[in-house]
């Protein structure tokens, strides 16, 4: 998921810049519905759809695309299946269908685009509505009062999208509790993974920026960082110090907060006696991580943090079973997808949604590779 950053970029720099957006896929695909990468005009490239083999085809549209200005977009269609086409299907040899959308980041897109970051950035959600009508294309964005969307939806005419929602939501907060060699190795694969990470410790010493140069830095007593950090339902929180009364007073403080997600480290004698005196609630992962046979520091964080994914996905049992997780829909701006809804004008409002601003017309170019 590299939509934060991709907002990011995009509050921070007026960089001329092209957002490409995978629309669709029929059969296999590196990335799924939804993903996004942001390509500057100065060479600079944000977040990938595929291994690299659609990147450097789009890299040439991409000036295009930005000289054909505001509400101009570009459909580009790559069929990779080596029976039906030479150039891309012969040479890559992935077996799938990909429509990409090339959109210039200017005028009411970058606005809404900045706009969004605001919200996502205060801890709200938010969809990004496109409508495409013949030549037009329109956009909006909703606030989500209920956050019960599901990420990435479109609906097509006659084989051209005319309708797409994605929902972009804040970075779920991941809570490192223990500052220790565990800790730096899941934060070094977790930073990559698209969470916001604290590292929490009673030990000031060990919570360093030198070690963790990212993370927010949380110090004091179990009761003291929880109250700190306001935890809540969304938050992830791992629980790594190794030392057993201060685990313990955490885990009787964070039980009841209902988080999405408690992992514990360490052998099944030491959960025993952390347990002693609390029932085990299905959010806790104990011991923590899937089980792959991991050894050390780093193997063990590679399997806890491909467990917070799966939890994030909302495939846990699926993937503990060791069963492969299905599915067309993926994340764009980290979303799932909704019913189609509301009219194709411009703006922000609520769930409900008072339209706003309207946008110009643009033309749709549709090519075949």
Same mark, same amino acid.
């Given at each position: 998921?590299?939509?934060?950053?991709?907002?990011?970029?995009?509050?921070?720099?007026?960089?001329?810049?092209?957002?490409?957006? $995978?629309?669709?896929?029929?059969?296999?695909?590196?990335?799924?519905?939804?993903?996004?990468?942001?390509?500057? +005009?100065?060479?600079?490239?944000?977040?990938?759809?595929?291994?690299?083999?659609?990147?450097?085809?789009?890299?040439?549209?991409? *000036?295009?695309?930005?000289?054909?200005?505001?509400?101009?977009?570009?459909?580009?269609?790559?069929?990779?299946?080596?029976?039906?086409? @030479?150039?891309?299907?012969?040479?890559?040899?992935?077996?799938?269908?990909?429509?990409?959308? #090339?959109?210039?980041?200017?005028? #009411?897109? =970058?606005?809404?685009?900045? *706009?969004? @970051?605001?919200?996502?950035?205060?801890?709200?959600?938010?969809? +990004? *509505?496109?409508?495409?009508?013949?030549?037009?294309?329109?956009?909006?964005?909703?606030?989500?009062?209920? %956050?019960?969307?599901?990420?990435?939806?479109?609906?097509?005419? %006659?084989?051209?999208?005319? =309708?797409?929602?994605?929902?972009?939501?804040?970075?779920? =907060?991941?809570? $490192?509790?223990?500052?220790?060699? %565990?800790?730096?190795?899941?934060?070094?694969?977790?930073?990559?993974?698209?969470?916001?990470?604290?590292?929490?410790?009673?030990?000031?010493?060990?919570?360093?920026?030198?070690?963790?140069?990212? @993370?927010?830095?949380?110090?004091?007593?179990?009761?003291?960082?929880?109250?700190? +950090?306001?935890?809540?339902?969304?938050?992830?929180?791992?629980?790594?110090?190794?030392?057993?009364?201060? %685990?313990?007073?955490?885990?009787?403080?964070?039980?009841? +907060?209902?988080?999405?997600?408690?992992?514990?480290?360490?052998?099944?004698?030491?959960? =025993?006696?952390?347990?002693?005196?609390? #029932?085990?609630?299905?959010?806790?992962?104990?011991?923590?991580?899937?089980?792959?046979?991991?050894?050390?520091?780093?193997?063990?964080?590679?399997?806890?943090?491909?467990?917070?994914?799966?939890?994030?996905?909302? &495939?846990?049992?699926? @993937? &503990?079973?060791?069963?492969?997780?299905?599915?067309?829909?993926?994340?764009?701006?980290?979303?799932?997808?909704?019913?189609?809804?509301?009219?194709?004008?411009?703006?922000?409002?609520?769930?409900?949604?008072?339209?706003?601003?309207?946008?110009?017309?643009?033309?749709?170019?549709?090519?075949?590779?």
């Amino acid at each position: 998921m590299d939509v934060h950053r991709l907002l990011q970029s995009i509050v921070d720099s007026e960089e001329p810049s092209v957002l490409a957006t $995978i629309i669709d896929v029929n059969g296999h695909s590196y990335r799924k519905p939804g993903a996004c990468m942001l390509f500057k +005009l100065d060479g600079e490239q944000i977040g990938t759809i595929s291994p690299g083999c659609l990147e450097h085809d789009l890299l040439e549209r991409t *000036e295009r695309v930005w000289l054909s200005g505001e509400g101009q977009f570009e459909i580009a269609q790559y069929n990779m299946k080596p029976e039906e086409d @030479a150039i891309w299907g012969e040479a890559l040899g992935c077996g799938g269908e990909i429509r990409v959308l #090339l959109e210039p980041v200017t005028g #009411l897109l =970058r606005e809404l685009l900045i *706009e969004a @970051a605001a919200i996502v950035g205060g801890g709200r959600s938010v969809t +990004l *509505e496109r409508r495409l009508v013949h030549s037009d294309i329109t956009y909006r964005i909703r606030e989500r009062v209920n %956050d019960t969307a599901e990420p990435v939806r479109f609906t097509e005419i %006659d084989n051209v999208p005319d =309708r797409m929602f994605f929902t972009i939501r804040p970075r779920p =907060r991941l809570v $490192i509790f223990g500052a220790g060699k %565990d800790a730096e190795a899941i934060y070094s694969i977790a930073r990559n993974a698209d969470f916001q990470l604290v590292i929490a410790d009673w030990r000031a010493g060990m919570c360093t920026n030198e070690r963790f140069p990212e @993370a927010l830095i949380a110090i004091g007593a179990p009761a003291e960082i929880v109250a700190e +950090l306001a935890m809540s339902r969304n938050d992830y929180l791992i629980i790594c110090s190794h030392q057993l009364q201060q %685990d313990k007073e955490l885990l009787g403080i964070a039980l009841p +907060l209902g988080l999405a997600y408690i992992g514990i480290m360490g052998s099944k004698n030491r959960i =025993r006696m952390l347990f002693e005196t609390f #029932l085990m609630p299905s959010n806790v992962r104990a011991p923590i991580g899937l089980s792959i046979g991991a050894d050390g520091p780093y193997e063990i964080a590679v399997s806890v943090v491909a467990e917070l994914i799966a939890v994030r996905a909302g &495939r846990t049992e699926r @993937a &503990r079973r060791g069963a492969r997780a299905d599915g067309h829909n993926s994340y764009l701006f980290g979303g799932w997808p909704e019913q189609a809804n509301g009219t194709a004008q411009a703006g922000i409002g609520a769930d409900a949604g008072d339209d706003a601003r309207q946008h110009g017309s643009s033309c749709a170019s549709s090519m075949q590779r």
